[in-house]
C-alpha cells in the first residue's frame, strides 16, 4: 500500500490534530504513525505516516492537502514528502572514508537517496567512485577566485538539480552566496563535537585542550561557519596517550557513522528546523 | 494551571486519535504532549498530557473521560493518572548506593514520589535511613520460611498501602505469590545488562567471561527471575584490568542512575506494559 | 602488606624504568602495577605500585626514594605518594546533588578522601551535611570585596590544611591570588562538555545552540576560567524535546558521576598535569 | 627507524620487567610504549615497544630475544611481533557491511592487513568483491557435507597461507575440526551484546526480551560457539518503536565498527589470551 507523509508547521493553535485526524478519519485513511512537538515559543510541528485501511484501494495525499488548507490557519504550513528518494550530489577533498559509508550504503539501497554526482577538489577519490560507476566532477580550485570555483559547481550541479548536498569531508568554506542556492539543503560533517573546535583543524584542538571525548557534528549549513542547525553528534572517549593524528584516525568512525544517521532522517522527512535547531519527528 | 494525563489502551482501530482530539477540542482543552505507538500486532497506546485554555478555568478530567468511554470501543483501556504524587516502599539489603541516590533526591523533592517507609532484611542500612526522618522496618529472614518472612512484609506493607515497591538492591527472591499483591508495580535494579548473566553474582559472571561492557536494568518484577519488562538499561566500559570486585563498585554507579531513570518515567506515568516489553511514550 | 606508590617525572632519557625496577629488584619488592607514558615532546612520566615480597616484611618506601634520587637525572621529579588519604574540603553553593554524592560515598568510607569541611555562600545545603555531621561554614559573599570574601574562605581553610578542594558546584569564580595557593589542587566541576559553553547558563547556551549531546567536566581550575587541565568528561544524549532546565536536570546526573570518577583519580594518585593536560597513569 | 614489539607471557616472578629492561639498556634501545599487566591467578603479560637510539643503527631484535631466553624463566614465552602486515582471508555469507567497511579500509590501506582472498558460501558478494581485485571463492555449502564444505574451504586456504580468518558476518557453524587448524586465529563478529543472544536471531531475540540497548561483539572462535574470548564490544540505545529489522539495520553500524577495532587490537600484535579472557595491552 502508498504510504504517504504529512508535514505541517505554522503556530499552535486549537485543533490542529484534530484537524488532520478528522480529515484522515472520513477518508479511511489509517495513520501509521504520527509524532508532533510544540516549541517553548509557540510553533507546532507535526509529521504524519498514513496509509488506506481496507476499504480504500489508494490515498489520495493531494486531495487530503487540499482538503486541510481550507480548514487550518492560512500561517501554517503543509507539504506532502515526495514520495520518490531524494537526489542528492556528494562533495569531497581527499579523505575517503565518508565517501566510502555513502558509496557502500548506496550500492546496497540503503542510502534512501541516489547518489546523482561526486564533486571534488582533487581527484585523490576519483578511483573509489569510479568503482561505483558514478560521474566524478573534478574542479580544482587552484588559480580561481572563489566565486569562480563556485560557479564552476553551480553549472555542473545545474546538469543535476540535486535535492541535497551532502558535504562528506568537503574541505573549502562556502560562500554565503552558493550557500542561498541550497538553503537547509547542505549537509555537513564537522569533525568535532560543535561547538568546540569550529574551525580548522579540530582534532588538533581536542589534542592540546586535553579533552577526555572526541566527538563529531553533523549539521545543516548557513553562512555562518559551523553554526548551522545541528542534525545530529556523537563521541568517542580518547586519552593522554592518543595525538592529534591518532584522534583523527578514531574520529572518522564517529564522522561517517554520525554522518550516515543525520542523512537517514534528513532523507526520510524526519527533520524540521527552528530557530537554527533541528526538530526530529 | 491543571494538568491531566489521559492514558489509552487497546486494540487498534480507526479514528482513536481523533475521537480524543476531537473531545478535547470541543472542551476548549489544549493538548501539551501526545505520544501514540502501535505496536506490530495491532495494539494501540497514546499517553496525552492536557490542560485547560484560555477560556476555560479547570479541564475536568472525569468529564473527558466519561464521554470518551461512551465513543471508544469498549475492550479501549482509559485511565485519568492520578495527580497526585505515588507512594513508595523501598526493599533494600546491604548496599547503599541506590537507597542513598533515592534519599538524596527525596529530600529535596525530586523524586516524583512520596517515600514511605524503608524495608529491609539487615540493620545495616538503618543509620543512614534514620538520617532522612523515614520509617525503616527491619524485617529479618532468618529462622523464617520464605512465606513467613514475606508475610511479614505483607503486614507492614498493609500499613502502608503503597503504589510501588522499588528493590534498590534487595537480594532477595519473591515468591510468585508476594509478586502477585503488587503485579506490575515493583520495579528491580539487576546489576547486569540483562538477559546478560541472570541470577546471582553477575559481576562475578561477567568477569569470567572477559566482558568489555557491564551494564545495569531496571525492570518490573514477575515470577520468572530477571525475566520481567525491562524498562531502562545503561552501560559501563570495562576492561582486563578490572576484577570482578572492581566491576562491582564500577556498576553501582550505572545500577544507581538507571535505577532513577526507570523510577522517573514509571512515576510520570510514561511506562505501558505489551507482551513483557514496555513501551515509553 | 603494605603498598607504595612511586611517582616520577621528568625529560625523558634511557633507562629511566630499568633504574626503577632493578633498586625494586634488589630489595626484593615486588611491582604490583606499572604504568608509564612518554609524551610527544620527550617528558616520561610513571607511576609504579610495589610491595614487600614474601622475604621481606616492609618495603622501606623511603629509602628505594633515596636509592632512586642517586641514580635518576637531577631534574626527574620522584616522589613517594603519601599512604594516609587525601583530605579535602568541599565547596557548594545551592545545588545539592553533587555534595549529596561525595557525602554518601564519604559516609561509606568509598570516597579515598576524609571530608573536614564544608564551605558555602549560602546557608541551603546546611541542613545536608549537618546530617552527616561535617562542619558547614557559611562564608557569605554580600557586602564584601571579592578579596575579603576569599581571605574569610582562606581562614577558614587555614584550620583545615587541606590537601584539596573540590568544587561541588560552588558558582563563583576565584581569583588568581586565591588559586596560587592550591596550585593544580582545586578540581570543580564543569556543567557542560569543555571547551563547549565555556562560562555562565552552559545549559541554556547548549540548548540555544541545539546540540543533541550534553556533557560535564571535571577540571584542574587554573587562572584561566574553565581552562585548567581537563581530568574526566562525561556526556548524555538530549533532543528538541528537552529545555534548558530539563537539561540541566539531566545533566545533574552526568555531573556528580563525572566529578566523583575525577576524584577517585585525583586521589589515587593517578593524575600527572603537562602542558595545561592530564596524564591519567 | 626500525620498531619491534616484544611480546612475553608466563608465571610471575621477580624482576621480569628488570630484565627485559636492562637487556634493552645495555643494547642502547629505547622503549617506546610499555604494557603489561599480571592477573589475578599470576600470570604476568608484558608488550614492549622499541627502537634503537640514537647511537645504535638498528635493533636487532633477535638478539634480544635471544639474549632474554637465557635469562627469563624456562616457563615463560617470548615473542618478537613479525613486521610485515598480517595476511588475512575474509569469510562472508550475504551481508556486505562488515566486508565493505574492511575492503575500503583495506583500499586505503588502514587496515594493517593484507586481505589475500574473500571466501563465502554464496555469489552475492562477488561483484562488491570484485570492485578491490581481490580473489573471490565461492565455495556452496549445498549438497555437501559439514566436513566436505570445510575441506574445500580448507584446500582453498591452502593456496594462501593466512595468519588470521576474519568472519565478517559468516553466517556458518565451524566444526572443531576447522578451528584447529586455525587456534586463537579466528575472529568473528557476533551480532549481539554476548553473553546475551547467544546463537541464530540475536535481533530476534533482543527485540522480544524487550531490550533498550543492542550491541555486538567481536571474538575469536573457539570450540563453544559464541563462547571465545571477547576482543572488543560497543552498543546502541533502541526503544519500543524498534522492530527486530529495525535492530538489524542499526546494529550493523555497530558490528562493522566493533569488528574494525577489534581487528586492529590484533594485527598490531595487542592481544593476549588467558583462561579464555583476552588482556589488551
Known sequence: MTKHILLMDGPDGPGLIYHVTSVLFRHGLN???????????????????????????????????????????????????????????????????????????????????????????????QPLVSKFGIPFHYIAHENKTREEHEDAILRTLSIYQPDYLVLAKYMRVLTPGFVSHYNNRIVNIHHSFLPAFVGASPYRQAYERGVKIIGATAHFVNNDLDEGPIIAQNVQEVDHRHTASDMSTMGRDVEKIVLSQALKLVFNDRVFIHQNRTIIL
Chains 1, 2, 3, 4 share one sequence.
Open 31 to 125: 495513520i501509521i504513525r504520527n509524532d508532533e512537538y510544540v516549541s517553548p515559543d509557540g510553533r507546532f510541528f507535526m509529521r504524519t505516516e498514513f496509509e488506506a485501511g481496507n476499504t480504500v484501494d489508494t490515498p489520495d495525499g493531494q486531495l487530503v492537502l487540499d482538503e486541510l488548507r481550507h480548514i487550518v490557519p492560512p500561517d501554517v504550513t503543509l507539504r506532502l514528502s515526495p514520495k520518490a528518494k531524494k537526489n542528492i550530489v556528494v562533495f569531497v577533498t581527499k579523505e575517503h572514508h565518508c565517501l566510502g559509508e555513502l558509496l557502500i550504503r548506496y550500492g546496497f539501497d540503503e542510502l534512501d537517496a541516489n547518489i546523482l554526482a561526486v564533486v571534488s577538489n582533487y581527484t585523490t577519490l
